[in-house]
């Protein structure tokens, strides 16, 4: 599996790359999968099921994550952006 030793960033040093990306199986459902990329300001999320396959959080205005920007049509282009970056 590729990757990178994530110990400089919690050891107070900087990462060199826009967003880390992370995986989650069997979340709240046995069939459930997503992915999750955080960037500086957002986090955002995708899922194969659920009532909300796709969000994404402001976590400069939302630590709570409790707003899902994802359906809006102000944030289509934050949501393109984080969409591209998972892919890559």
Known sequence: MRGRNLRPATEGGK?????IVSELC????????????????YKYAVFNGGKRPEQLFD????????????????????????RNM???
């Open 26 to 41: 069997e979340y709240g459902e046995k069939r459930r999968e997503g992915r999750m990329l955080r960037s500086a300001r």
């Open 86 to 88: 998972l892919a890559q």
């Open 15 to 19: 990462l060199d790359r826009r967003f």
């Open 59 to 82: 976590l400069e205005f939302d630590r709570g994550e409790k707003i899902n920007l994802a359906t809006r049509a102000s944030s289509a282009g934050t949501v393109r952006e984080h």
